[in-house]
């Protein structure tokens, strides 16, 4: 999925629709990581290193600004980050740091966020956008 987010790791153009929307031309339903807004700015929060180094209340409140303004909350969690006694690859400093800091929070974090909200599909967020989209265009 596209993460409307542009930083040094990664990112698209900030002016990506946030809201799920048909790739043009492909029967394809996009479902963006919507980031929070702070201070004007997108600031990722659901996953990966993100979800790691914030500390869980902020991630709440983060989730919260992604509710409120009526997207969709999309968490996610790379396999590896819940391998704790993962082989440590003989990275440079920085790479070594956003690879592995706190990831032995990672389990704890997604149990949190799992008692926190009701939680769905990505499947049933595709197939809600693909009516809402159908019906918009019938």
């Not at 409307?4 to 809201?19: A, H, I, M, Q, R």
């Not at 929060?45 to 902020?58: A, I, N, Q, T």
């Not at 706190?102 to 389990?107: D, F, I, P, Y």
Request: with cysteine; hydrophobic share 45%.
């Amino acid at each position: 999925s596209l993460h409307p987010v542009k930083n040094f790791l990664y990112g698209e153009s900030v002016d990506t629709p946030l809201e799920p929307h048909r790739i043009a031309g492909t029967g394809l339903i996009e479902i963006p990581v919507v980031p929070a807004r702070f201070l004007g700015q997108p600031v990722p929060f659901s996953g990966g290193f993100y979800l790691r180094f914030f500390p869980f209340p902020v991630l709440r409140r983060a989730a919260n600004n992604v509710v409120g303004r009526d997207l969709p909350l999309q968490w996610y969690v790379h396999s590896w980050e819940v391998d704790v006694d993962q082989p440590r690859l003989p990275l440079k400093l920085h790479w070594r740091f956003f690879r592995y800091f706190r990831l032995s929070a990672t389990e704890g974090v997604m149990r949190g966020i799992a008692r926190s909200r009701p939680c769905v599909t990505v499947g049933e967020v595709a197939a809600e956008a693909r009516s809402r989209l159908e019906a918009a265009h019938a």
